[in-house]
């Protein structure tokens, strides 16, 4: 008998949501996602999360992101602020600053929601528009 772990498809690893193109989502997963895609549809939040994510060591400082913007300093906290409460980073204040760092969590379940099942084709109506 194998001793590997089974994987339920169309699930993440924690079985906690179904991808969209198994089974639809509930009221309240659909309201969560909905801040979240929300909170990355404004391109300097996206690129601020792109940012902290990819920065070397897991984390940067508030005073190495701002320069990276034509914004006041207000504005890229207002954007860290909803990021932060989207679930998507969080901080930590040392002394003057405030370091920021990914959630992983949240984007493996945005990954996890949005990647087709594996042997799940696509419809042939889907992919035509797909292509066109």
């Known amino acids: 008998m194998s001793k590997q772990e089974l994987v339920v ?9 179904p991808a969209l193109l198994t089974a ?4 309240g997963q659909a309201e969560t996602l909905a801040k979240v895609f929300k909170a990355l ?23 190495d992101l701002t ?13 860290l602020k909803l990021l932060k409460q989207a679930g998507l980073i969080d901080s930590e204040r040392r002394g003057t600053w405030v370091y920021y760092r990914l959630l992983p969590q949240m984007t493996d379940q945005l990954a996890a929601i949005l990647t087709r099942p594996a042997g799940h084709p696509l419809s042939e109506t889907v992919a035509a528009g797909a292509a066109s």
């Open 9 to 17: 498809l169309g699930q993440d690893a924690e079985g906690c949501c």
């Open 24 to 27: 639809p989502l509930e009221e």
């Open 67 to 79: 320069p990276a913007f034509d914004v006041s300093q207000p504005t890229i906290s207002h954007h």
């Open 41 to 63: 549809g404004d391109p300097i939040r996206l690129r601020l999360l792109s940012m902290i994510a990819s920065r070397a060591g897991g984390e940067v400082c508030v005073c």
